[in-house]
């Protein structure tokens, strides 16, 4: 009868560690994100120490998780071409910005990766904790277009075909999805009101 106690005892007692075991290993930590002061925050922040201090027009696009601004077009800038290619980090989204500034025009083409989302820890080293919710609250991407004379974040969805900022056009040319994400192209050209 002893070794039927002690047997049912032991089994006992190993059910309930490996039930210990396996609870534990089903709880994710979550992440403690510090943000920084409104007045300290890049985006919302005082306006000397604002990355939008140095722009006051024309478009750009915003890596919204380093807060990057890659400026497209502006009224000053006629001569030349130039191309870049931004990245915000290994499986991360992809920016390539053909610019023909005599023209004034330029081809964006985005290469989206599973995980080109908003990171709040990212933005939160830089930002406030208001831009960063109105953030992951309004983009699904990694990036977005910015106006820069407003600071209006505008944030890249599937099915927008056109938009104007200013004096530019926004068009749509283009989205494939792929296995590893999507690729969205746009052309932005100059297109002031004529009155």
């Known amino acids: ?17 490996v039930g210990c075991i396996s609870a534990s290993q089903g709880k994710t930590a979550e992440k403690i994100i510090k943000y920084q002061k409104q007045e300290d ?7 000397d120490r604002s990355l939008f201090s140095l722009y006051d027009e024309g478009i750009g696009v915003l890596n919204l998780n380093r807060l990057e601004i890659y400026p497209l ?4 800038d006629g001569s030349g071409s130039g191309s870049t290619i931004n990245t915000n980090g290994e ?3 992809v920016v390539e910005i053909d610019r023909n500034n005599t023209r004034r025009i330029t081809d964006v083409t985005f290469r989206l990766k599973v995980d080109s989302k908003p990171d709040a820890a990212e933005m939160g080293e830089i930002m406030c904790e208001d831009c ?8 699904t991407y990694d990036m977005s ?16 075909v056109q938009f104007f900022v200013g004096d530019y056009a926004v068009h749509k040319v283009s989205g494939t999805d792929e ?6 192209e746009y052309l932005v050209f100059f297109a002031p009101e004529i009155e």
């Open 1 to 17: 009868m002893k070794r039927l106690h002690l047997g049912i005892a032991l089994t006992c007692s190993c059910t309930l560690l």
């Open 41 to 47: 925050c890049f985006l919302c922040g005082n306006e």
């Open 91 to 93: 499986n991360k989204t």
């Open 132 to 139: 960063v919710n109105s953030i992951l609250e309004n983009n």
């Open 145 to 160: 277009f910015v106006d820069l004379s407003t600071r209006e974040i505008i944030p890249l969805e599937d099915n927008m």
């Open 73 to 76: 077009l502006s009224d000053d």
């Open 179 to 184: 296995e590893q994400g999507k690729t969205l």
